[in-house]
């Protein structure tokens, strides 16, 4: 019996192996899991070098939060770039972000809540 397990466990391995890029390939098109979650805090740091954002939520806690080409920033009307976000240093802000496995992505960030 055990003879029949082993032989046919090399064949079981194979399989899994061959599966393995097939199930990556699907996550990877399954861009992200998670739904969009909404934060208002106050900006603390902005880093346009690094795409990078911080907020501090309500409870004091901070957020990274990464910036994209695709990220709409906006102050009142007016469209704005993330090197001008860093004249909005402790205003209220309010984030729309994705959360993936490279952190927090923004995808909208308001001024002024």
Same mark, same amino acid.
Request: aromatic share 4%; hydrophobic share 40%; charged share 20%.
């Given at each position: 019996?055990?003879?029949?397990?082993?032989?046919? !466990?090399?064949?079981?391995?194979?399989?899994?192996?061959?599966?393995?890029?097939? =199930?990556?390939?699907?996550? &990877?098109? #399954? %861009?992200?899991?998670?739904?969009?979650?909404?934060?208002?805090?106050?900006?603390?740091?902005?880093?346009?070098?690094?795409? !990078?954002?911080?907020?501090?939520?309500?409870?004091?806690?901070?957020?990274?939060? =990464?910036?994209?080409?695709? &990220?709409? #920033? %906006?102050?009142?009307?007016?469209?704005?770039?993330?090197?001008?976000?860093?004249?909005?240093?402790?205003?209220?802000?309010?984030?729309?972000?994705?959360?993936?496995?490279?952190?927090?992505?923004?995808?909208?960030?308001?001024?002024?809540?």
């Amino acid at each position: 019996m055990t003879g029949k397990l082993v032989s046919t !466990l090399p064949h079981a391995l194979c399989g899994l192996l061959l599966a393995i890029p097939a =199930v990556a390939a699907t996550s &990877t098109a #399954i %861009r992200n899991a998670w739904p969009a979650e909404t934060l208002s805090g106050t900006i603390t740091t902005v880093e346009p070098g690094q795409k !990078l954002v911080i907020v501090k939520g309500p409870d004091g806690v901070p957020f990274d939060v =990464v910036v994209t080409p695709k &990220t709409r #920033i %906006r102050s009142g009307d007016r469209v704005i770039a993330i090197k001008e976000l860093t004249h909005y240093q402790n205003k209220d802000v309010s984030v729309r972000f994705l959360p993936e496995r490279r952190g927090d992505v923004a995808e909208s960030i308001r001024i002024g809540g």
